[in-house]
């Protein structure tokens, strides 16, 4: 992944954090190295996510490997 994908991923990952943003008011804590640690496992699904611009879909991988 190019610096300019992970710096997406990363917004995208601190949007998701925010209550107000994600529309639940109940948040999951992960630590950056988890996060990375999801992103590296995912590698191809998060590039398509991020070509896409596709929240939903980062979401539910990023649900997926950190559970």
Do not use: C, W
Not at 7 to 16: D, G
Not at 46 to 62: C, G, N, Q, S, Y
């Amino acid at each position: 992944m190019n610096e300019e994908t992970l710096k997406y991923a990363a917004k995208q990952l601190e949007q998701l954090r925010k209550p107000e943003l994600a529309g639940r008011s109940h948040e999951e804590k992960y630590t950056i190295n988890q996060i990375l640690d999801a992103i590296t496992q995912a590698d191809k699904e998060i590039i398509v996510a991020l070509t896409h611009k596709d929240r939903e879909m980062l979401k539910d991988i990023l649900k997926d490997f950190l559970n």
